[in-house]
């Protein structure tokens, strides 16, 4: 599968814990969690940095309807 980006060498955090590995991302949306993926148009590198796939900013992204100001 070609996936648009691939963000690679970062440490995933879930309800499973943490893991050393990459997010593959396609049409905006998350299409896989694994080591070592390949086929992407961009690679990121997130050597060091925690990645947390799915989670939601509730302070940005739910402020409308209300709050829209900030």
Same mark, same amino acid.
């Given at each position: 599968?070609?996936?648009? @980006? =691939?963000?690679?060498?970062?440490?995933? =955090?879930?309800s499973a814990g943490r =893991?050393?590995?990459?997010?593959? @991302?396609?049409?905006?949306?998350?299409?896989? &969690?694994a080591q070592?993926?390949?086929?992407?148009?961009?690679?990121?590198?997130?050597?060091?940095?925690?990645?947390?796939?799915? &989670?939601?900013?509730?302070?940005?992204?739910?402020?409308?309807?209300?709050?829209?100001?900030?």
């Amino acid at each position: 599968m070609q996936y648009d @980006i =691939v963000i690679k060498n970062g440490t995933t =955090v879930s309800s499973a814990g943490r =893991v050393r590995q990459d997010v593959a @991302i396609k049409d905006g949306k998350i299409a896989a &969690l694994a080591q070592e993926i390949r086929g992407a148009e961009r690679e990121l590198d997130a050597e060091s940095l925690f990645l947390l796939p799915g &989670l939601i900013d509730a302070h940005v992204h739910f402020r409308d309807p209300g709050l829209t100001h900030k």
